[in-house]
């Protein structure tokens, strides 16, 4: 049985850090496009990063580039999301999904969460002092 699961979420201080996990079973993650999506209140779903199975990463923001950064952990199955610098516009649940092979190209990242499977129920990140 394909399954995603989230962790690491929590609340956190602006300037912290956390690192998310997804972890993978019933698959091997590393042949698959793995992506990190983030819904914050009021709005839909967004892809934040990707990482395809040649672990090429594909950024769809602008704001978090060089805040967070994804990573593969293939001897745990596991997906990682580094954030650090964190911000109160940050505050969301976060999710991963899987795609294909390869990380759809930014201009297509609004059809992301309609293309990508097998989605994690998701861990709450609330930045707040």
């Known amino acids: 049985q394909v399954q995603l699961v989230e962790s690491g979420g929590g609340l956190v201080q602006p300037g912290g850090s956390l690192r998310l996990s997804c972890a993978a079973s019933g698959f091997p993650s590393r042949y698959y496009a793995i992506g990190w999506f983030r819904q914050t209140p009021g709005k839909e779903r967004e892809a934040v990063l990707c990482?395809?199975?040649?672990?090429?990463?594909?950024d769809y923001t602008d704001s978090e580039k060089g805040r967070f950064t994804i990573s593969r952990d293939n001897a745990k199955n596991t997906v990682h999301l580094q954030m650090n610098g964190l911000k109160s516009e940050d505050t969301g649940v976060y999710y991963c999904a899987r795609g294909a092979s390869a990380c759809p190209a930014r201009a297509l990242r609004a059809t992301m969460p309609s293309i990508f499977i097998n989605w994690g129920q998701g861990t709450q990140v609330t930045v707040s002092s």
């Open positions: 990482i395809n199975s040649s672990d090429e990463t594909t």
